[in-house]
Every structure is written in C-alpha cells, then in structure tokens.
T-cell receptor, first 114, second 118 residues
Framework: KAGVTQTPRYLIKTRGQQVTLSCSPISGHRSVSWYQQTPGQGLQFLFEYFSETQRNKGNFPGRFSGRQFSNSRSEMNVSTLELGDSALYLC?????????????FGPGTRLTVL | AQKVTQAQTEISVVEKEDVTLDCVYETRDTTYYLFWYKQPPSGELVFLIRRNSFDEQNEISGRYSWNFQKSTSSFNFTITASQVVDSAVYFCALSEGGYGGSQGNLIFGKGTKLSVKP
C-alpha cells in the first residue's frame, strides 16, 4: 500500500504571497491532519479533516486554512505569507475510526519564505 | 492541560550501547494514547508504537522496548545494542479522547536527537 504523499516537497515563496500544499492519504484513510514543524516551536497541530469537514483546529491564525475532497485528499493554504511561516509542513492520515488511531506521516513540504 | 516533556535534548552513544529515551506526559483524561515516532534526516515521521492508557504492559519489538508507567506518567523507550541507523530524532506524543474523539490532536514533545557513533 502506498504511503502518504505530499507535493511539492520544496517550495520557496516571498512575503505576502500565498501557497497551497497538497496531501494524498493512504488508501482507505479518511482522516487527514496537518502539522507545522519549526526549530523553535517544534511540532504543532494545525487542523484535521474527516469526510470533507474540519473536525479539529489548532491555535493558528486564519491565514492558515485547509480543505478535504471527497477522495480524502487534502490541501492546505497559507495566505499573506510571513517569514515565520518558513517550516516543514507535515501531513498525516489515519483511518478515522473515532478513537485516536495511529497517524501515518508523509515526507513533508519544506516551505521557505524570503 | 496536556503536555509531553522529553528532557533529553541530545544523546550520543557508541554503537552497541543501550540507550533509554525518556518521556513524561501530563493529562487530566483517564483515556489517552501515547505514541513514539522516529524522524530520520529525511524528515518523514516514522511510527514506532501506539499505547492506550488502559494497557500498561511493556512491549518489546526486536531491539526496541517501551516501559509505560502510569504511576509516574512516563513512557520510556529503550534501544538495545544501538546501531548507526538508529541515529534520528525521536518524538513522544500524546493524544486524548475515547470513542468519538478527534484523531488529529497529537501533542508532541520537543524530541530527543540520538546520535549513534560507530
């Protein structure tokens, strides 16, 4: 079974631009979560989607948004990029059974904001 | 509030040494789940183990073993006879909730960087 895939793997943007990251979950997984990893703050939860609905949200500004499609693929969007948004963005998928399942992570998208 | 503490920022050992990575968690829930992930230099988080709060049995998987003690809120990870390929950052994580709870809110520790030298 193929793992979680994320595209693109690397991205360079400038301040003020917006960016869209994509995540394809493991086949059969219906929950997709997004995390931001930075050297200073570590791994922080952004949001989770299940059946095209946002089910949980972390403490990030409204510039960070996401969506999920009917095939469970998910996209994350960051508008008006700031230097501090430079990070590794990780997507994770899980079955979504109702109890905290194991989340399987993709390779991440490394975003650099100049 | 939930919190995961990995007090060891970096550990360096020589190949074949045993090494234990510490993890202490805080939660007010009686139902919770604990995880360990490995992050090699490539960046992808690799799942190692999931343990729920009702299962205090220790687990062994090859050279890896985990010691879960609710009395001290700890979930420590031991690598026996370490190898160079074990070099990575290891994260302990906590997820709260029982049936119907969200999947997504993993609370991570800051990670322990393990370097295994030949």
């Amino acid at each position: 079974k193929a793992g979680v895939t994320q595209t693109p793997r690397y991205l360079i943007k400038t301040r003020g631009q917006q960016v869209t990251l994509s995540c394809s979950p493991i086949s059969g997984h219906r929950s997709v979560s997004w995390y931001q990893q930075t050297p200073g703050q570590g791994l922080q939860f952004l949001f989770e989607y299940f059946s095209e609905t946002q089910r949980n949200k972390g403490n990030f500004p409204g510039r960070f948004s996401g969506r999920q499609f009917s095939n469970s693929r998910s996209e994350m969007n960051v508008s008006t990029l700031e230097l501090g948004d430079s990070a590794l963005y990780l997507c994770a998928s899980s079955i979504g059974s109702g109890t905290p399942d194991t989340q399987y992570f993709g390779p991440g998208t490394r975003l650099t904001v100049l | 509030a939930q919190k995961v503490t990995q007090a060891q920022t970096e550990i360096s050992v020589v190949e074949k040494e045993d090494v234990t990575l510490d993890c202490v968690y805080e939660t007010r829930d009686t139902t919770y789940y604990l995880f360990w992930y490995k992050q090699p230099p490539s960046g992808e988080l690799v799942f190692l183990i999931r343990r729920n709060s009702f299962d205090e049995q220790n687990e062994i998987s090859g050279r890896y073993s985990w010691n879960f003690q609710k009395s001290t809120s700890s979930f420590n990870f031991t690598i026996t006879a370490s190898q160079v390929v074990d070099s990575a950052v290891y994260f302990c994580a906590l997820s709260e909730g029982g049936y119907g709870g969200s999947q997504g809110n993993l609370i991570f520790g800051k990670g322990t960087k393990l370097s295994v030298k030949p």
